[in-house]
């Protein structure tokens, strides 16, 4: 593997490139192996790489996690969410809790879990309780989701879904005539699910050039390579450049199961706003298991800050692609792994968290 | 959450699998992969428990080698 990213990373530096080309990739994974490997020090400084938004635990609105924590609170209800959700944390005033963890820490049951199917088990093992389900993610996420509700779960297992599409937010940064980016790298994953073709408006209605990765370097060096030489040779095309898994149409049996269970809605991003046809939701025939419909409403509209990021971070900006993490203030002084301020540093698929795992120190903007 | 992991295939009941992927085993539905027959020998792409494709070994590999860096780096 080390000689193919070697070859295509020759290949890149051999190109004549003239002037900056920004590259985005919408996708966490993609952005932890670019960190991870070097690519950044590694490519030709006229390419610069920029992470976009790839972290559903990062723009899962704030009003959903604070529903959630509200949910919890119930004494009959145990909540479970994937485990990156718990240190999220929301703006309440000092003494509520601020996150699902500061909320279990106070009493209230709340369990990490890692599959769709440990919700399921949860709620089989304990039929006396309502099991709430806060599931939050991106197509990858939710048609597992989806599969679990087609295939049948436990009566008692609620679901309050915060499931988002990535390609509506990609498709509101073109659309917003300052997209930031001249070729883009699509997320291997949710090809794999949904099928390339979802991404082939990039080339068709935005005259830019894209190229599916998967997540080892070799094949995001492909595909950094492939919108590159499509911007020298002034050609447009979708490459594939994970073909092992990503086929035409993606995986039919989990599209069935996500049109079975879910509908798409329009969706608030945090800290962003709304974005259309950008969220999934249960379908009217599973209402029974509908969080949102089965507890009552928390949005409290004199809540202060309800549905922006915490004061002074700038993740938002972050997700989409304005500016670096490490151009944040708060990265690596007030907002650390340890001591995380905004969800970008609390999510493993957060771009600040991974620079900073990934070694990155500096900070231009403190 | 989002890692997709590449597993083997160990066992195969009904819409279940037992896959295993760097000495550690786990129970995987393959409910999401009923248009493609598996088999035991084959390798998948794993999402929060779930198959999302079958891939080839040598896929398989370079991802595992990917990850190695990721673990070796996670905790700095
Ligand atoms: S460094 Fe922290 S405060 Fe700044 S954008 Fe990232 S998560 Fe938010």
Redesign the pocket.
């Known amino acids: 593997m080390a000689e193919e990213a070697r070859l295509w990373l020759e290949r890149i530096r051999a190109l004549p490139l003239r002037r900056r080309v920004r590259l985005m990739n919408v996708c966490g994974g993609h952005e932890r192996s670019i960190t991870m490997a070097g690519l950044r020090a590694a490519l030709p400084r006229d390419v610069e790489l920029i992470p976009g938004p790839g972290c559903p635990v990062c723009i899962c609105p704030e009003e959903d996690v604070y529903e959630a924590i509200q949910v919890a609170l119930h004494e009959d209800v145990t909540l479970v969410a994937f485990g990156d959700m718990l240190r999220v944390p929301v703006n309440v005033p000092r003494g509520e809790a601020r996150s699902l963890e500061q909320a279990k820490a106070a009493g209230a049951d709340i369990r990490p879990i890692a599959s769709p199917q440990e919700a399921a088990a949860i709620a089989s093992s304990n039929p006396g309780r309502r099991v709430v389900f806060f599931a939050a993610g991106f197509e990858t996420t939710m048609a597992p989701v989806a599969s679990l509700l087609v295939q049948g779960a436990p009566e008692n297992l609620l679901m309050l879904l915060s499931g988002r599409l990535t390609w509506p937010a990609v498709a509101m940064l073109l659309d917003s005539g300052t997209p930031g980016f001249d070729g883009l790298i699509a997320p291997g994953h949710v090809a794999t699910v949904m099928g390339p073709e979802e991404w082939q408006f990039v080339v068709d209605r935005h005259g830019l050039p894209a190229a599916i990765a998967g997540f080892t370097p070799a094949s995001l060096l492909a595909a950094m390579y492939s919108t590159l030489r499509q911007l020298l040779d002034g050609r447009r095309f979708l490459d594939n450049c994970y073909p092992e898994v990503v086929r035409p149409g993606g995986n039919p049996t989990a599209r069935r199961h996500l049109a079975e269970a879910m509908e798409v809605v329009d969706a608030a991003w945090r800290g962003i706003g709304v974005i259309p046809a950008s969220g999934y939701a249960l379908r009217p025939a599973l209402a029974a298991r509908d969080a949102r419909r089965v507890f009552p409403s928390y949005a409290d509209a004199s809540r202060k800050r309800a549905g922006e990021?915490?004061p002074?971070?700038?993740?938002a900006k972050?997700v989409l692609g304005r500016i670096y993490?490490n151009e944040?203030r708060?990265?690596g002084k007030a907002?650390t792994p340890r001591t995380?301020?905004?969800?970008?540093?609390v999510s493993d698929e957060?771009a600040?968290r991974i620079w900073w795992s990934g070694g990155v120190r500096d900070n231009p903007a403190a | 959450m989002c890692l997709g992991i590449p597993m083997k295939v160990l066992e195969v009941d009904g819409f279940n699998a037992r896959c295993e992927a760097k000495g550690i085993e786990r129970e995987v539905s393959l409910f999401m992969l009923q248009d493609e027959p598996v088999e035991p020998g084959d390798h998948v792409m794993v999402h929060v428990g779930y198959a999302l494709q079958k891939m080839t070994e040598e896929e398989a590999r370079s991802a595992w080698e990917m990850y190695d860096l990721m673990l070796a780096a996670a905790d700095a």
């Not at chain 1, 002074?312 to 993740?315: A, E, M, N, P, V």
């Not at chain 1, 995380?340 to 540093?345: A, E, H, Q, T």
């Open positions: 990021m915490p002074g971070c700038d993740c972050v993490p944040c708060l990265y907002c995380p301020v905004g969800p970008c540093m957060g600040c």
